[in-house]
């Protein structure tokens, strides 16, 4: 029996079919997957607020995040290494339906095809949960930071407010984003995204006209600038204040 093919083919089939998504719980982490097409897969974290209740009829803002480039070589559950995943993961109050799924590693999150498959990964997750339309958060790190830029240019309207950290967006793309709300950080001593790059994003975004744009620079700060910036409790309230005027 131990040498049986059909035996191994069997318990090989058992094991997969036990890799089911985790039920989605309030207040708790779970590893889901959406199916884009025949081609793209996306796995993705995925949380709810502690005080979500599916019979109520309160609909609740959401955040996607999009994490770095080293957060695509391993499981889904490094994701929550950083940032939003890993405050959920750890059991901060998130008041948002938190998405963060995982690029892979072959991929970037500016690639046309992650960032169309991530949008309709919203599309799926906002029809199916009781989602505020209105504030949709957007943020991301280092490669997240550059989806980020790209995602928020290509979707103006799509945002309520977009945090992009230590990333790197084409700075021809301001003009799209002079009336999104944007708050970006990034370090001055970062050698792996130079701190120039969210400086000519900042000041491009400022000479076409926009005034929503915030920058907070971390002096003496490395590549690491999200922890900073995902501590800090203003961001959040900040996100809060902002809703759109369109409603999908």
Not at 131 to 141: E, K, V
Not at 156 to 167: E, L, T
Not at 200 to 217: D, P, S
Request: hydrophobic share 35%.
């Amino acid at each position: 029996m131990r040498n049986n093919p059909l035996l191994k083919c069997l318990l090989a089939l058992l094991a997969c079919s036990s890799l089911k998504a985790e039920q989605p719980a309030p207040g708790k982490v779970s590893e889901q997957s959406f199916k884009v097409s025949a081609k793209q897969t996306i796995p993705y974290l995925f949380s709810l607020p502690k005080e979500y209740d599916p019979s109520s009829k309160k609909k609740w803002p959401v955040m996607l995040f999009l994490h770095g480039r080293g957060e695509s070589r391993g499981p889904l559950s490094i994701v929550a290494k950083w940032g939003p995943p890993r405050m959920a993961q750890r059991g901060d109050n998130l008041p948002y339906i938190l998405i963060a799924p995982q690029c892979p590693a072959e991929s970037r999150w500016t690639d046309d095809d992650q960032q169309a498959g991530v949008l309709k990964l919203l599309d799926h997750i906002t029809t199916t949960f009781p989602a505020d339309t209105t504030r949709i958060y957007l943020t991301g790190l280092s490669m997240g930071g550059y989806g980020t830029w790209k995602m928020a240019a290509e979707n103006p309207d799509r945002f309520a407010a977009v945090s992009p950290i230590c990333g790197r967006g084409n700075p021809a793309d301001a003009a799209k984003l002079v009336d999104v709300p944007i708050w970006v950080f990034h370090g001055t001593e970062d050698t792996a995204v130079l701190y120039r790059h969210s400086d000519e994003m900042v000041k491009a975004i400022r000479k076409a006209g926009g005034k929503k744009v915030r920058f907070t620079t971390l002096q003496h700060v490395g590549h690491n600038s999200w922890s900073a910036a995902y501590a800090t409790p203003e961001l959040y309230q900040w996100f809060n204040k902002h809703k759109t005027e369109n409603q999908k």
